[in-house]
C-alpha cells in the first residue's frame, strides 16, 4: 500500500513559522514528485510547491515564493514544507502529494498519491 502521512500543522500568528513533514511509504522515492497542496473551503486546490529528485526541478506558487521552503529526505523517506514569515491568507488544509509525471506539474489533479492533510491555521 502506498501511504503518505502529513503532519506538523497547528495554530500560529502571522508571521510564525511552521514545519509540515510528510511520511512516505509504498513508492520509491526518487521517482516521484513530491507535491504540497493546499485548499481552502470554497477555493480551488492550489499546488504551493513541489520538488523532483528525478530531473532537479523545484517550485513554488508566487505567493510563498522567498518564505516557504521545499525538502525531500530520501533516506528518511520524508517531504518537508517549511514555512515562514506566515500571513493569514496561507491558512488552509496541506497535503503532500506524489505524482509520477514528469517534468513536475502544478496541477493538483494530476498527482497520483495523497496524504491525509493537515491543517494550518494563521491567525493575524
Known amino acids: 500500500d502506498v501511504q503518505l502521512q502529513a503532519s506538523g500543522g497547528g495554530l500560529v500568528q502571522a508571521g510564525g513559522s511552521l514545519r509540515l513533514s510528510c511520511a512516505v511509504s509504498?513508492?520509491?522515492?526518487?521517482?516521484?514528485?513530491m507535491s504540497w497542496i493546499r485548499q481552502v473551503p470554497g477555493k480551488e486546490r492550489e499546488v504551493v510547491s513541489c520538488?523532483?529528485?528525478?530531473?532537479?526541478?523545484?517550485y513554488y506558487a508566487d505567493s510563498v515564493k522567498g518564505r516557504f521552503s521545499i525538502s525531500g529526505d530520501s533516506a528518511k523517506i520524508t517531504a518537508t514544507l517549511q514555512m515562514n514569515s506566515l500571513k493569514s491568507e496561507d491558512t488552509a488544509v496541506y497535503y503532500c502529494?506524489?505524482?509520477?509525471?514528469?517534468?513536475?506539474?502544478?496541477?493538483?489533479?494530476?498527482?497520483?498519491?495523497w496524504g491525509q492533510g493537515t491543517l494550518v491555521t494563521v491567525s493575524s
Open positions: 502529494a506524489a505524482g509520477s509525471r514528469t517534468p513536475i506539474s502544478t496541477m493538483p489533479g494530476t498527482y497520483d498519491y
Open positions: 520538488t523532483s529528485k528525478s530531473d532537479g526541478s523545484t
Open positions: 509504498g513508492i520509491t522515492f526518487d521517482d516521484y514528485a
